[in-house]
């Protein structure tokens, strides 16, 4: 009874916030009400039971709320110059239909859909003794379906390159953040011996714990290797706000290193399959747990660099160049 | 019907699908870490094996006459992954190996790094891609599970969206934020219908959903919505508004590999929903929807293109009416499950094929014409044909194919469409096929008349060797009229029986 | 029985904090007055929650995380409510910070 209440008020909260996101006077509240949107969801997710789901949709949260706020500081307050009008009220009404009744067929379709539903965890849990794991998820990210992590790896890795890519022509191969005002200082002209600083040196030894940690118990309880290195990588950007931490040049070949060993290791342990297990992405039951935990530890500071740079933007040309 | 044993089993050269996606993926990663000019020396290298790898798994297919399979991790479906290879994968994976090198060649020359200075960002990045852009490529076509294949959709949307914003100008990054974003609604298109197949029947697996699948409300909505989100990559009428700045802004080598290769993957992953995950499940109505919006396309294509005053323009213009043909194939095969659909699967895949050689040459025509007249405006076209005749020569012969003129791959095609339209007594079709070969001709003689017409204007003679490279893809997708696909049989290996026939 | 009582009143007290603050917040002015109604939030509400919560952890580990939860809250609540206030405040040469910057980006929508 408390349970079903409790899931009223969040669903209520969470579609208002959606609500109120779209029909907001101005980006800074919709972004704002965006964020609360995310937080809630986060909750949704613990209450359905996917705790995996529920820490990767906080820990990106607080991510994208750090590439928003800063996309969002930096438009103008009004209409750009030269942007087409707003929708008018016939082009509205029509998106409003279109999705009214997307909304509705998904409703019906989700309500109608067989329950008990057919569903594989029987199978995943089966599953679990062979690999050496105790939390599915990971079974399912890092075994049965690890060609998808592995690609999906990829796929940041080329969304970094085209993030990169938008560098101007000089800069290339240059640090981000390198042509900010207070390049090299902490961030917005933060008092060098202020708070922001502080937290940044008190924070970052906690959340590298609390990283690390989050990926070695991912093996057996909710964690992983992205929860952890969004974590990692989220303290990775608080030093180089507070102005202790310089980002790596995009073109050092350390960085790069670091940047590929991650989706390396995993390819090679995937291809090492064909000899131990016989197939691509097998592991021999002897060394499945060690191979898994080598792969995750290996992803994991490759992921937390990348999506620290994802955030930080492209390369820029420094201060004094322009 | 495909038993447990079956599922779990792969077949001999299995292997050869995982090295199609782990060689090109561990060169980008070996591009990334080695940069500069050692990086862009590795890529002939990875293209090189990945043709080889190509013919031998077309080989492979054609000497077993059956698909190649792979089963990933030795977790068989539903809780593991499939790789599969049959005979319209197994020629798409070769055609866009043949395309991928010819682009590689012709971008060889000027898009490097100095031998001697730092890593430049354009030919970096555009290396880089392209071996990514090959890798997505043929995840997209090996896929047999449905979040696989949308994980290869997201690959092939980030490996292209920078492509078309290389060259930094404004309105580039507009036109590639606009593909960015039409591509990402389309991904979430997709992945809630994934998600809704999934909680309706418990596995993803092609094979397996196509046993279990049945017409319900989650079936109907997830296929309606799967459709429109692959629709919209694909750039069909009315969602194709992103395509023609995003093609046209990009440099001539990476517009080449959009429009010849990047456009097709969706259309594929449609051809493998409506025929292999969920036969037929949308019924007849639908499919004439689709012809219906795929006609559109073609008359609204063509009639656009003749308008346009770009040359890049026009041709972005044509790739949306030649998308427009590959629709056409729904409402004959689905419509035709009595008089044999032979014909009008044949000829959408040689649609498919002669369509990406010819659209790949045309825009490194009009990128090599672009470049030896400095501006690629319509109006002052006449130097043209006498500063780079092979160029011209090669523009003609591609419009030749898109027109669907013989002896060229484009005149099979549109031959057993019609053909198929005609037996299958939906004779409208063939009237959209006429007219849209007499719009085609339209824009492609506007082009070579202009370009030939001589008179003022200075013109740079470019050297053969990127002639020669536009020369040869042209040729190839006339040429495709002369591949006996037909009698190999090689495209009706692997299809799915019990489905539409 | 007796953790059950502990549990509700002090989560009940802390509940009372959070309204205070919320009702700041809605209520007040301006930000500086506003931060310092949501500190009451902060420190003393999610305090109250978390004693409360203390009484039913079962391990001593979890008591430990719930407290290390509070007090990662209050270092991130401090730091920002110190940055948002030093944004908000007016240009007041007397008071002003020695490494303060003269005028930082847009502030946040009030």
Redesign the interface.
């Known amino acids: 009874m408390t349970g079903a209440l409790l899931d009223l008020l969040l669903a209520g909260a969470a579609l208002g916030a959606a609500a109120w996101s779209v029909a907001a006077a101005d980006d800074r509240r919709a972004l704002l009400a965006f964020l609360g949107y995310g937080l809630l969801l986060a909750l949704a997710w613990t209450r359905l039971g996917a705790v995996d789901v529920a820490l990767t949709e906080a820990a990106i949260g607080a991510l994208s709320a750090v590439l928003l706020l800063g996309a969002v500081a930096r438009l103008p307050a009004g209409p750009a110059p030269g942007a087409p009008p707003p929708p008018g009220p016939v082009r509205r009404a029509v998106a409003g239909i279109l999705c009214a009744t997307v909304s509705l067929a998904l409703m019906a379709a989700i309500l109608l859909l067989p329950s008990p539903a057919p569903s594989l965890a029987r199978p995943a849990a089966e599953g679990l003794p062979a690999l050496g794991l105790g939390n599915p998820v990971t079974a399912v990210l890092i075994g049965y379906r690890a060609l998808d992590t592995l690609l999906e790896k990829v796929v940041l890795l080329l969304a970094l390159v085209g993030v990169w890519s938008l560098a101007p022509d000089a800069a290339w191969g240059g640090r981000p953040w390198a042509g900010r005002p207070w390049a090299g200082r902490p961030w917005h002209g933060a008092a060098p011996d202020g708070s922001l600083v502080l937290l940044a040196r008190l924070l970052p030894p906690i959340g590298i714990l609390l990283g690390i940690h989050l990926v070695w118990v991912g093996a057996e309880a909710p964690g992983g290797t992205f929860q952890g290195g969004t974590v990692l990588a989220a303290m990775l950007l608080l030093a180089a706000m507070a102005g202790l931490v310089e980002l790596p040049r995009t073109g050092s070949r350390g960085l790069r290193w670091l940047l590929a060993a991650g989706p390396a290791v995993f390819f090679a342990v995937g291809l090492a399959g064909y000899a131990l297990a016989g197939s691509f992405l097998a592991y021999p039951e002897t060394v499945a747990k060690p191979l898994i935990l080598l792969i995750e530890f290996a992803l994991t500071p490759s992921l937390a660099v990348l999506l620290a740079l994802l955030l930080a933007g492209p390369a820029e040309p420094p201060r004094g160049a322009r | 019907m495909p038993d447990p044993a079956t599922l779990a089993a792969?077949t001999a050269g299995g292997?050869l699908l995982?090295l199609a996606?782990?060689v090109p993926?561990?060169g980008?990663?070996?591009m990334?870490?080695l940069?500069g000019r050692r990086a862009e020396r590795l890529a002939p290298l990875l293209l090189a094996a990945c043709l080889a790898l190509s013919l031998a798994i077309a080989g492979t297919v054609l000497g077993t006459r059956a698909a190649v399979v792979?089963?990933?991790?030795?977790?068989a479906p539903?809780?593991?992954?499939r790789l599969r290879a049959d005979g319209l994968s197994a020629a798409l994976l070769v055609t866009t190996a043949l395309v991928c090198c010819a682009v590689a060649a012709f971008a060889w020359p000027d898009l490097r790094s100095p031998a001697d200075g730092?890593?430049?960002?354009?030919p970096?990045?555009f290396w880089?891609?392209l071996v990514?852009l090959w890798?997505s490529l043929n995840?997209a076509f090996l896929g047999q599970d449905l979040?696989?294949l949308y994980?290869?959709l997201?690959?092939l949307t980030?490996?292209a969206?920078?492509l078309v914003?290389?060259t930094?100008s404004r309105e580039t990054?507009e036109a590639a934020l606009r593909y960015l974003l039409f591509a990402l609604l389309g991904s979430v298109l997709y992945l809630?219908g994934t998600a809704?197949l999934y909680?309706?029947?418990?596995?993803l697996d092609i094979a397996l959903l196509r046993m279990r699948v049945d017409p319900?409300?989650?079936s109907?909505?997830?296929a309606?919505?799967m459709t429109v989100g692959l629709l919209a990559k694909a750039a069909l009428f009315p969602l194709h508004l992103w395509l023609p700045p995003a093609h046209a802004g990009a440099p001539a080598a990476a517009s080449a590999l959009l429009s010849a290769l990047v456009v097709k993957a969706p259309i594929f992953l449609i051809v493998r929903l409506w025929f292999d995950a969920m036969p037929m499940l949308l019924g007849l109505p639908a499919a004439q929807l689709l012809g219906l919006l795929g006609a559109a396309a073609i008359l609204f294509g063509s009639v656009l293109a003749l308008r346009q005053r770009r040359l890049k323009l026009l041709v972005a213009y044509s790739t949306v009416a030649q998308i427009g043909y590959l629709f056409l194939v729904f409402p004959l095969l689905v419509g035709n499950v009595q008089a044999g659909s032979t014909d009008a699967w044949l000829g959408a895949a040689l649609q498919l094929l002669s369509h990406a050689f010819a659209k790949a040459a045309m825009f490194l025509a009009a990128g090599l014409i672009a470049e030896s007249l400095g501006h690629d405006e319509m109006a002052r076209l006449g130097p043209a044909a006498r500063a780079v005749p092979f160029t011209v020569l090669a523009f003609g012969l591609s419009g030749l194919s898109l027109m669907g003129l013989p002896p060229s791959g484009g005149f099979a095609a549109k031959w057993l469409l019609l053909l198929a339209a005609i037996n299958g007594g939906q004779w409208w079709w063939a009237l959209v096929l006429l007219a849209g070969g007499l719009l085609t001709g339209g824009y492609v003689f506007l082009v070579l008349s202009r370009a030939m017409a001589g008179g003022a204007g200075t013109a740079r003679r470019l050297g053969p060797g990127r002639q020669a490279v536009v020369l040869a893809l042209a040729l190839a997708s006339v040429a495709m009229g002369f591949v006996p696909l037909g009698s190999l049989g090689l495209l009706e290996i692997g299809r799915l029986p019990g489905g539409v026939p | 029985m007796l953790r059950d009582t502990v549990t509700l009143l002090a989560v009940s007290a802390g509940l009372g904090f959070f309204l205070a603050g919320t009702l700041g917040l809605i209520r007040f002015p301006d930000t500086p007055t506003r931060l310092h109604a949501l500190t009451k939030a902060d420190n003393l509400g999610l305090g109250l929650v978390v004693l409360g919560l203390l009484a039913q952890a079962a391990e001593a580990t979890t008591a430990l995380k719930l407290l290390l939860a509070w007090g990662l809250a209050l270092l991130a609540g401090t730091t920002g409510s110190q940055l948002l206030a030093r944004l908000a405040r007016p240009a007041h040469p007397a008071g002003a910070h020695p490494a303060a910057p003269p005028a930082g980006p847009p502030g946040p929508a009030a």
Do not use: D, H, Q
């Open positions: 792969g292997p995982v996606l782990a993926f561990c980008v990663l070996a990334l870490v940069g792979e089963v990933i991790g030795g977790w539903p809780l593991g992954l730092p890593e430049r960002r354009a970096a990045v880089l891609l990514g890798g995840a979040f696989n994980v290869a997201e690959l980030f490996a969206v920078p914003c290389l930094g990054i809630l809704l909680g309706a029947y418990g596995t319900s409300a989650a109907l909505c997830a309606a919505l």
